[in-house]
C-alpha cells in the first residue's frame, strides 16, 4: 500500500489538511485505531491545529488504498476521542479537547462517540429558548414537591385531565371526562386493554409488520396474533375483513400513523373500511396514536371514525421525550373504562405524579407545543439529510417521522447489515424484531432522533450509503 510504504506523514499548519497522509505502520495497530492515533499524535505535536478541515473519507480511503469503512471507523473512534468533529455540508474538522468551541463555529457534539441508530426518540430539543422553558418547568415543580412525592388518586386530577383533554383535542378527540385515563405509559396501558378484551387463546390481529411491544405482550397473555399483509399504506382492509370471517379475532391493534417501524400512515379511505368491518364483525380497535401531534395534517383517528368501538391510546414518550412514561387512554365508553381504571390501578398503582405535573404544566404553558414544534422540524430536517445520502430506492420514510425502513439491496441479508452497523459502531434494528408471522423480510429500522446531533446523524447515514452501495463482501474488510 503505497501510503503506508512511504514511513512518512504529510502535514500542515494551515486551515486545511486535504492531503494529510498518514503512516499508519509505524503504529502497529488496526488501520482504524492507527487513524485515530496518528490523529492524536499529530494534534499533540502541532501538526494539526484546531480548525483543520481533515481529508474526506473517500479522499484518504483512496490515497491509503483502504475500504471506506476501515476509514470511517478510524474517523468514528476519532471523534469519540473528542479529536475531530463533522460539520453538515463543510466536512471534518480538528478539535482541540483542551477548549470549548470558538465563536463562529458548529456547537459541540451532545454526545460524543457512534450515533446509535436503534432506539426510537425523537430529537432532542437543543433550542436555548426551548430548554429555558424546560427547566423552569422542573424548577417550578419543586414548590409541589412534597405532594408530588405521595400517593396520587388514579387517572389523574381534574387539572391533568383537563390538560389531557387539551392535548387529545390538538389531534381532534373530543371526549367525556369520564372516558379518560391517564396511565403510566402507552406499553401499561395497551397490556390492561389486551386483558379487557381477549382471554388466552382469543386472536388479535395487527400489522404483520408492527410494533415489537404488542408481540411482547400478546405472547405474555397466551394471544394468538394474526398478522395482517401491508403495503406503504398501511394494512390491506380485504385482509382484514376475510381475518374476521377466518379468525374471528377479538380486536384489531393498529400503529397508523408514522406507524413504526415503516413509517407508514393508513389512508381515510383504508380507516373507514377497516371501521366498517370491525363494526360488522363486532371486533374492538385497538389505536396506537404514538406519534399523534407530530404529523401536522394527519388523518382522522380511529377515536373520531368509530368511538364506541376505539380504545385510544396517546402515549407522549414519542412527541416530548421517551423519559416521559405517560400515556392519555380514551376508552369506548365510560362503562368500558371502570374495569379498565381497575385494571390499571391493580398493576401499576398509579402514573408517576411527577410525569404526571410535568406534562400538564408543559401542555397548559405551551412548552409542550414548543418542544412538538422543534421535534417537527429537526426531524424534516433529518429526513433531508436521509434523503440526501441514502440510496434512493433501499428505503421508505415519511418526512415528519423520525425513523426510516430500509429495504436492504439484493447480496445483503438483515444479519449481516446490523453485523456491519455494529462493527462501525452504528446500531440498526433488524425486520425480525417487529415480524408477526412468515419469513421477516431483508430490511432494518434505523431511527435518527436522540441526543445525535445532525452532524453524527450525516456520518453515521454516510457510512450506512456506502455499505448499501457496495457488496457485502467489500464491506466486510477493516484491517
Given at each position: 500500500m503505497r501510503a503506508l510504504e512511504s514511513g512518512r506523514r504529510s502535514v500542515t499548519r494551515s486551515g486545511t489538511a486535504d492531503s494529510w497522509t498518514p503512516d499508519l505502520k509505524r503504529w502497529g495497530k488496526p488501520h482504524y485505531l492507527a487513524i485515530?492515533?496518528?490523529l492524536a499524535d499529530d494534534i499533540?505535536?502541532?501538526?494539526?491545529?484546531?480548525g483543520t478541515r481533515l481529508p474526506t473519507q473517500r479522499a484518504l480511503?483512496?490515497?491509503l488504498d483502504l475500504n471506506f469503512t476501515t476509514v470511517s471507523r478510524g474517523y468514528v473512534e476519532a471523534h469519540r476521542r473528542g479529536l475531530i468533529e463533522g460539520r453538515v455540508g463543510r466536512g471534518t474538522f480538528v478539535v482541540d479537547p483542551a477548549e470549548g468551541t470558538r465563536p463562529g463555529d458548529a456547537p459541540r457534539s451532545r454526545r460524543s462517540g457512534p450515533v446509535d441508530f436503534t432506539m426510537n426518540l425523537p430529537p432532542e430539543p437543543d433550542l436555548p429558548e426551548v430548554q429555558a422553558r424546560m427547566r423552569s418547568s422542573f424548577a417550578d415543580l419543586s414548590g409541589d414537591l412534597a405532594d408530588l412525592l405521595r400517593y396520587q388518586g388514579f387517572g389523574g386530577t381534574e387539572a391533568d385531565k383537563e390538560a389531557a383533554l387539551r392535548w387529545l383535542g390538538g389531534r381532534g378527540i373530543v371526549t367525556a371526562r369520564e372516558r379518560l385515563l391517564i396511565c403510566p405509559g402507552a406499553h401499561s396501558a395497551l397490556s390492561s386493554i389486551l386483558a379487557q378484551?381477549?382471554?388466552?387463546?382469543?386472536?388479535?390481529?395487527?400489522?404483520?409488520?408492527?410494533?415489537?411491544?404488542?408481540?411482547?405482550?400478546a405472547a405474555h397473555r397466551g394471544l394468538r396474533l394474526i398478522g395482517l399483509p401491508m403495503d406503504r399504506?398501511?394494512?390491506?382492509?380485504?385482509?382484514?375483513?376475510a381475518a374476521c370471517t377466518r379468525d374471528t379475532p377479538k380486536a384489531i391493534y393498529l400503529n397508523p400513523l408514522l406507524q413504526n417501524p415503516t413509517t407508514a400512515t393508513l389512508s381515510r379511505g383504508r380507516r373507514e373500511a377497516v371501521v366498517a368491518t370491525a363494526?360488522?364483525?363486532?371486533v374492538t380497535i385497538i389505536e396506537d396514536d404514538a406519534y399523534a401531534r407530530i404529523c401536522p395534517t394527519p388523518p382522522p383517528s380511529f377515536a373520531e371514525l368509530a368511538p364506541e368501538i376505539t380504545y385510544y391510546v396517546a402515549g407522549v414518550a414519542k412527541c416530548l421525550g421517551a423519559g416521559l412514561r405517560l400515556a392519555f387512554l380514551v376508552a369506548p365508553s365510560a362503562r368500558s373504562a371502570l374495569p379498565l381504571g381497575d385494571a390499571l390501578r391493580a398493576a401499576t398503582v398509579m402514573a408517576s405524579p411527577i410525569s404526571t405535573a410535568l406534562t400538564t404544566r408543559w401542555?397548559?404553558?405551551g412548552t409542550a407545543d414548543a418542544i412538538v414544534a422543534f421535534v417537527r422540524a429537526e426531524s424534516a430536517a433529518r429526513q433531508s439529510l436521509a434523503a440526501a445520502l441514502l440510496p434512493a430506492e433501499t428505503y421508505v420514510a415519511d418526512p415528519h417521522a423520525f425513523h426510516v425502513w430500509i429495504n436492504l439491496p439484493i447480496g445483503w441479508t438483515r444479519s449481516a447489515f446490523a453485523s456491519q452497523g455494529r462493527s462501525a459502531g452504528l446500531g440498526v434494528v433488524g425486520s425480525d424484531a417487529f415480524c408477526v408471522a412468515g419469513t421477516p423480510p431483508e430490511s432494518v429500522r434505523l431511527c435518527l432522533g436522540g441526543p445525535s446531533t445532525r452532524q453524527q446523524i450525516a456520518h453515521g447515514l454516510e457510512m450506512l450509503a456506502h455499505a448499501l452501495e457496495g457488496s457485502p463482501a467489500l464491506a466486510s474488510t477493516y484491517i
Open positions: 485515530a492515533d496518528a499533540r505535536t502541532g501538526h494539526l491545529l484546531p480511503a483512496e490515497t378484551v381477549a382471554r388466552a387463546g382469543d386472536t388479535i390481529c395487527a400489522e404483520r409488520i408492527t410494533y415489537p411491544g404488542i408481540r411482547t405482550l399504506h398501511g394494512i390491506d382492509p380485504d385482509a382484514f375483513a363494526r360488522r364483525y363486532a401542555i397548559m404553558d
